[in-house]
């Protein structure tokens, strides 16, 4: 198999000062953003260098990370946000496999998914966000471990998964694990960092290493992924790297596992082997001892020349005593995904895996997707191939084996659902509404991967019987019934002809009072609706039974539920559960929503909570007097059995209810609300929820809000240099309060205004004041700036003057983000520097020029997270390059494109100064343009 060259080393995302790998990508990293009523529109919250929420401020509670000496520092009764962080839900420790639905998969090899579950470091909402657009990964059961990827020399090294991403894989049995992450040198890696991890205290011991448990332990995480790129190592430092391992196995709880990535060999240097071998199983076990409890191997394995050594593998684990499935050979999939070339053939040959699998991106498919339909296309196209049915994934073309078949193909799947009972929903943990028992609770986009159901084991296994064609099932976000999706079936139906899908793998055993039952809401009723079991002894053979009576299970009566019971089938234990769709009628548009699927024990009362106790309002604040948001905090309720879940509601005055989320937690941030007009506080309330999802009795808390706010006066123009007759559009910025507006344009045309945007012909030359006041009915704000010149010399037009310049920096990390690319003209290419702060960006005009404007493009006008957007900036004018003076300094930025007039100023050289470069703890600045606006 021929492979292009290419670096080897694994690489977050982040990591790199580069942004995305495709400018259509849309990670939701989703912070909550302060609305401020100043000239900028938007601006983030920010927090401090070790990654915690300011503790005077109910901010967003984001995700730790950290670099070495930074963990230190780091306790959890320090931090704000560690509470919001930990995990609710404990790993399902039953997890089934039974036969595999194809041929070729294997039953023994597992797999491992380094994922990037974020765009970035830094921002990860520790509980979702209001974003539906998001990473929602839901197809556990082709994993066994997942990695949380992250880390950039910038932000932090050390990334411990989000409290969503481990209650989502341990929901589904998938342990979830933390970042390491020493990047190359030239991604900004200092191996001081690697130093600095493996420092011992007087007794020997390693105080980092004490931390990473102690992390793991506080937010309930599963271990720690180890990868050492920092180039520069000696035999010392791989000697240390090991005692270190073995150190963390020492301490380490019962359940955690330390993972290795093959990068550093037992000499010190770096040197990616593609192979479990004598160079680098020190890092693997050693005398007897176990120091890793699994090795990702490097991607080169594939390519002829590494073949050997990889074949060598399996033996070489098995003569130190270890399975060869704790070996994960590595493909890549971040560049190409689904349209890649893979040696299959070597991994999965016809007597069986040798090792198991890794895999590094699989992110891959939200991260190149257009929208959340075409990610959740692509998604089951690399999960279970073209076919899009797993038990066909198995029809590998033999004359391309190297193309892509599907994880499917090739593995087995696995299931949680062992009972005593079941039910789902289908949510995928998003969605653009948000449904109570059918009736529409939250009408805003949303996103918490904590709340997400268990999704079906298999997508899509789908059979017809009587000559039509099949209804094609899909998960759907339209129509909800519990959370914000669905399972649709939508097609042709045909008299007579049935489409059956299969579901769920299952290990249910049947009590006598059990029942399965159904919610669905139908397009028509031509259809017969009936629930399929198989059961263990005759695991491929499935009864399938009709609900006779059908009730309502909505306000609406919109959605209907059916139930039937089991105690015929007492003893034998549920194997399989499938839908079936029968045509009663011919109907050539049919649809059905299947909005919950359940195996419940009817006499099992799950009691219905009492309410919470403590409830209470831990922070809160308030941008404006009209924006506000809070952090709550609560004790569970008594009893035998703890809720599953809670439900936040916002109620106004009036009683009118909208939910705010969902958590497994006790703790909750609240986002940022709009003030209704003459709203005086709004009460918070929390329900908590059993495990059949009903509401138990719910407790509540005021939010009192400040007093209504007189408004702020801004504004923006277009042009600020014109020639005479020129017309100017006023764009009002002022706070959102703001009723009326009060414009005076003296020496224009009109000369006043009350019009919120209006245009402003100058017939004549000079320079301007322009004054708007704005009003409401609590009082009103002035503002006057001299912004307006009119020259004959703006009639041939006003230019960039920086535009392909001379331009120095005070650093940049590569050829390809040098300076020049700031000025280049080209909003895909940026001027990057890493490292500590300020940066400096200097440009050379050629001669003195009269500069009217400046336009700073930040990363999000070249498709990076807003989160990346420069925070704090000075913009200074010299006419020697050696002698400055202030023209623009900003404090606040979080737009993506700022625009900052001066007065008409005569200087030959400009210089930026970057002195926070992002919203957050990431030092990286990223500059895709800088434009200097004036006269040539």
């Given at each position: 198999?021929k492979t292009?060259k290419?670096?080897?080393?694994l690489?977050a995302?982040?990591?790199?000062?580069?942004g995305?790998?495709s400018?259509?990508?849309?990670?939701?990293?989703?912070p909550i953003?302060?609305k401020?009523l100043g000239?900028?529109?938007v601006s983030?919250?920010t927090f401090s260098a070790l990654?915690?929420?300011p503790?005077?401020?109910?901010?967003?509670p984001y995700s730790?990370?950290w670099?070495?000496?930074?963990l230190l520092?780091?306790?959890?009764?320090?931090?704000?946000?560690?509470?919001f962080?930990r995990?609710?839900i404990?790993l399902?420790?039953?997890?089934i496999q039974?036969?595999p639905?194809?041929?070729?998969a294997?039953?023994?090899?597992?797999?491992?998914?380094l994922s990037?579950?974020?765009p970035s470091t830094?921002?990860?909402?520790s509980?979702?966000?209001?974003?539906f657009?998001?990473y929602a990964?839901g197809?556990w059961?082709y994993i066994?471990k997942?990695?949380m990827?992250g880390?950039s020399a910038?932000?932090g090294i050390i990334?411990?998964?989000?409290?969503d991403v481990?209650?989502a894989?341990?929901?589904?049995?998938v342990?979830?694990y933390?970042?390491?992450f020493?990047?190359q040198?030239?991604?900004g890696g200092?191996?001081?960092w690697?130093?600095?991890m493996l420092k011992r205290?007087?007794a020997?011991?390693f105080?980092v290493a004490?931390?990473?448990?102690e992390s793991?332990r506080?937010?309930?995480?599963?271990g720690?992924?180890?990868?050492q790129?920092t180039?520069g190592?000696t035999?010392?430092d791989a000697a240390?790297m090991q005692d270190?391992l073995?150190y963390l196995q020492k301490?380490?709880?019962p359940g955690?596992?330390?993972?290795w990535?093959?990068?550093?060999i037992e000499s010190?240097p770096?040197?990616w082997?593609?192979a479990?071998?004598?160079q680098n199983d020190g890092?693997?076990?050693?005398?007897?001892?176990?120091v890793?409890?699994?090795?990702?191997l490097d991607?080169?394995?594939?390519s002829?020349?590494?073949?050997?050594?990889?074949?060598?593998?399996s033996a070489?684990?098995?003569a130190?005593?270890r399975?060869?499935?704790?070996?994960?050979?590595?493909?890549d999939v971040?560049a190409?995904g689904t349209?890649?070339?893979?040696?299959?053939?070597?991994?999965?040959?016809?007597?069986g895996?040798?090792?198991?699998l890794?895999?590094y991106?699989?992110?891959w498919?939200?991260k190149?997707?257009?929208g959340p339909e075409?990610?959740l296309?692509?998604?089951e196209?690399f999960?279970t191939?073209p076919?899009g049915?797993p038990?066909?994934?198995?029809?590998?073309?033999?004359?391309?084996p190297y193309?892509w078949?599907?994880?499917?193909a090739?593995i087995a799947?696995?299931?949680?659902?062992?009972g005593p009972e079941f039910?789902t929903?289908?949510?995928?943990?998003?969605?653009?509404?948000?449904?109570?028992?059918?009736?529409v609770?939250?009408?805003k986009e949303?996103?918490?991967?904590?709340i997400?159901d268990?999704l079906?084991?298999?997508r899509?296994?789908?059979?017809?019987?009587?000559?039509g064609?099949a209804l094609?099932?899909?998960?759907?976000f339209v129509?909800?019934?519990?959370g914000?999706?669905?399972?649709?079936?939508e097609g042709?139906?045909?008299k007579?002809?049935s489409?059956?899908?299969?579901?769920y793998r299952?290990q249910?055993?049947v009590?006598?009072?059990?029942?399965?039952?159904t919610?669905i809401h139908e397009?028509?009723?031509?259809?017969?609706?009936?629930i399929g079991?198989?059961f263990?002894?005759?695991?491929?053979?499935y009864?399938?039974?009709?609900p006779?009576?059908?009730q309502?299970a909505?306000?609406?009566?919109?959605w209907?539920?059916?139930?039937?019971?089991l105690?015929?089938y007492?003893?034998?234990?549920?194997?399989?559960l499938?839908?079936k769709?029968?045509?009663k009628?011919?109907?050539?548009a049919?649809?059905?929503?299947?909005?919950?699927?359940?195996v419940?024990?009817?006499?099992?009362?799950?009691h219905?909570p009492d309410?919470?106790t403590?409830?209470?309002?831990?922070?809160s604040?308030?941008?404006?007097g009209?924006?506000?948001?809070a952090r709550?905090?609560w004790?569970?309720?008594?009893?035998?059995e703890?809720?599953a879940f809670?439900?936040?509601y916002?109620?106004?005055t009036?009683?009118?209810?909208?939910l705010v989320?969902?958590?497994?937690?006790t703790v909750y941030?609240?986002?940022?609300?709009?003030?209704?007009?003459?709203?005086d506080?709004?009460a918070l309330?929390v329900?908590?929820?059993?495990?059949?999802y009903e509401?138990?009795k719910?407790?509540r808390?005021?939010l009192e809000?400040?007093?209504y706010?007189a408004?702020?006066a801004n504004?923006?123009?277009?042009?600020t240099?014109?020639?005479?007759?020129?017309?100017?559009?006023?764009?009002d910025r002022?706070?959102?309060?703001t009723t009326e507006w009060?414009w005076?344009?003296?020496g224009?045309?009109?000369?006043a205004?009350?019009e919120?945007?209006p245009q402003?012909?100058?017939?004549?030359?000079?320079e301007?004041?322009v004054?708007?006041?704005?009003?409401n009915?609590?009082?009103?704000?002035t503002?006057?700036?001299?912004m307006i010149?009119?020259t004959?010399?703006?009639?041939?037009?006003?230019s960039d003057?920086?535009?392909g310049m001379?331009?120095?920096?005070?650093?940049?990390?590569?050829?390809s983000?040098s300076?020049?690319?700031a000025?280049?003209?080209d909003?895909?290419?940026?001027?990057?520097?890493?490292?500590d702060?300020?940066?400096?960006?200097t440009?050379?005009?050629?001669?003195?020029?009269k500069?009217?404007?400046f336009?700073?493009?930040h990363?999000?006008?070249g498709?990076e997270?807003a989160?990346?957007?420069?925070r704090a900036?000075?913009?200074?004018i010299?006419d020697d390059g050696?002698?400055?003076?202030?023209?623009?300094?900003v404090?606040?930025?979080?737009?993506?494109?700022s625009k900052?007039?001066i007065?008409?100023?005569?200087a030959?050289y400009v210089q930026?100064v970057v002195?926070k470069?992002?919203?957050?703890?990431?030092?990286?600045a990223?500059?895709?343009g800088?434009?200097?606006?004036?006269?040539?």
């Amino acid at each position: 198999m021929k492979t292009k060259k290419r670096k080897p080393a694994l690489h977050a995302n982040a990591a790199r000062c580069s942004g995305p790998t495709s400018a259509s990508s849309n990670f939701a990293m989703a912070p909550i953003w302060k609305k401020t009523l100043g000239a900028v529109a938007v601006s983030l919250l920010t927090f401090s260098a070790l990654g915690f929420g300011p503790s005077a401020e109910a901010a967003q509670p984001y995700s730790s990370y950290w670099h070495p000496n930074t963990l230190l520092e780091w306790s959890p009764s320090s931090d704000p946000d560690a509470p919001f962080n930990r995990g609710s839900i404990p790993l399902q420790s039953k997890r089934i496999q039974g036969e595999p639905v194809n041929p070729n998969a294997d039953k023994k090899a597992e797999v491992i998914a380094l994922s990037a579950m974020y765009p970035s470091t830094s921002g990860a909402p520790s509980q979702g966000s209001d974003v539906f657009h998001t990473y929602a990964f839901g197809f556990w059961q082709y994993i066994d471990k997942l990695v949380m990827w992250g880390g950039s020399a910038g932000e932090g090294i050390i990334v411990p998964p989000s409290a969503d991403v481990i209650d989502a894989g341990h929901k589904n049995g998938v342990p979830v694990y933390g970042t390491v992450f020493l990047p190359q040198t030239e991604h900004g890696g200092k191996i001081q960092w690697m130093r600095d991890m493996l420092k011992r205290d007087a007794a020997g011991n390693f105080p980092v290493a004490d931390k990473l448990i102690e992390s793991a332990r506080y937010y309930g995480f599963d271990g720690w992924f180890i990868n050492q790129e920092t180039q520069g190592g000696t035999a010392q430092d791989a000697a240390d790297m090991q005692d270190f391992l073995k150190y963390l196995q020492k301490i380490k709880d019962p359940g955690m596992e330390i993972l290795w990535y093959d990068s550093m060999i037992e000499s010190g240097p770096v040197r990616w082997q593609g192979a479990l071998n004598t160079q680098n199983d020190g890092f693997f076990q050693q005398n007897g001892q176990k120091v890793a409890d699994a090795m990702f191997l490097d991607f080169r394995w594939q390519s002829a020349s590494y073949l050997p050594g990889f074949r060598s593998s399996s033996a070489a684990a098995e003569a130190l005593g270890r399975s060869p499935y704790d070996l994960f050979a590595g493909i890549d999939v971040e560049a190409s995904g689904t349209q890649g070339r893979y040696n299959w053939p070597e991994l999965f040959p016809a007597g069986g895996a040798p090792v198991s699998l890794g895999l590094y991106r699989p992110d891959w498919a939200f991260k190149s997707s257009s929208g959340p339909e075409d990610y959740l296309e692509r998604d089951e196209r690399f999960w279970t191939g073209p076919a899009g049915d797993p038990s066909r994934a198995a029809a590998i073309d033999p004359a391309n084996p190297y193309a892509w078949r599907g994880i499917s193909a090739n593995i087995a799947d696995k299931s949680v659902v062992t009972g005593p009972e079941f039910i789902t929903h289908f949510g995928t943990g998003n969605g653009r509404v948000f449904a109570v028992n059918g009736e529409v609770v939250r009408e805003k986009e949303w996103s918490n991967r904590s709340i997400q159901d268990i999704l079906p084991t298999w997508r899509w296994m789908t059979r017809t019987q009587g000559g039509g064609s099949a209804l094609e099932p899909s998960l759907d976000f339209v129509r909800a019934y519990y959370g914000g999706s669905s399972l649709k079936l939508e097609g042709k139906l045909t008299k007579d002809t049935s489409t059956t899908v299969n579901l769920y793998r299952t290990q249910i055993p049947v009590e006598k009072t059990m029942e399965v039952s159904t919610v669905i809401h139908e397009s028509s009723k031509n259809a017969s609706v009936q629930i399929g079991l198989s059961f263990a002894d005759a695991p491929n053979e499935y009864v399938f039974l009709e609900p006779k009576n059908w009730q309502s299970a909505s306000p609406d009566k919109s959605w209907q539920r059916g139930s039937v019971k089991l105690n015929a089938y007492k003893g034998r234990t549920i194997a399989g559960l499938a839908l079936k769709i029968e045509g009663k009628a011919n109907d050539p548009a049919y649809e059905a929503h299947i909005g919950e699927l359940s195996v419940r024990t009817v006499s099992d009362n799950a009691h219905k909570p009492d309410a919470v106790t403590e409830l209470a309002v831990i922070d809160s604040d308030f941008q404006g007097g009209i924006y506000g948001d809070a952090r709550l905090k609560w004790t569970a309720p008594s009893g035998s059995e703890k809720p599953a879940f809670y439900q936040i509601y916002r109620e106004q005055t009036g009683g009118v209810r909208e939910l705010v989320g969902e958590t497994p937690n006790t703790v909750y941030y609240v986002p940022e609300m709009r003030r209704a007009d003459g709203e005086d506080k709004t009460a918070l309330v929390v329900v908590p929820v059993n495990r059949h999802y009903e509401a138990g009795k719910e407790s509540r808390v005021s939010l009192e809000w400040p007093a209504y706010p007189a408004p702020k006066a801004n504004f923006e123009a277009n042009h600020t240099l014109i020639a005479p007759g020129g017309t100017v559009q006023f764009t009002d910025r002022s706070s959102e309060v703001t009723t009326e507006w009060a414009w005076s344009f003296p020496g224009g045309e009109p000369s006043a205004s009350s019009e919120r945007n209006p245009q402003v012909v100058y017939p004549e030359a000079g320079e301007y004041e322009v004054t708007l006041i704005a009003k409401n009915r609590v009082g009103q704000d002035t503002l006057t700036r001299k912004m307006i010149t009119v020259t004959e010399e703006a009639a041939g037009g006003v230019s960039d003057l920086a535009r392909g310049m001379t331009v120095t920096a005070s650093g940049f990390t590569n050829s390809s983000e040098s300076p020049p690319m700031a000025v280049d003209g080209d909003d895909k290419t940026k001027w990057c520097a890493v490292g500590d702060g300020p940066h400096t960006l200097t440009v050379d005009l050629g001669s003195a020029h009269k500069i009217s404007e400046f336009v700073l493009k930040h990363a999000e006008v070249g498709g990076e997270p807003a989160a990346f957007n420069t925070r704090a900036f000075t913009l200074r004018i010299s006419d020697d390059g050696k002698n400055w003076t202030e023209a623009v300094k900003v404090t606040d930025n979080a737009a993506g494109l700022s625009k900052h007039a001066i007065p008409l100023t005569t200087a030959r050289y400009v210089q930026l100064v970057v002195d926070k470069p992002t919203q957050g703890g990431d030092t990286a600045a990223r500059i895709y343009g800088l434009e200097v606006m004036g006269l040539k």
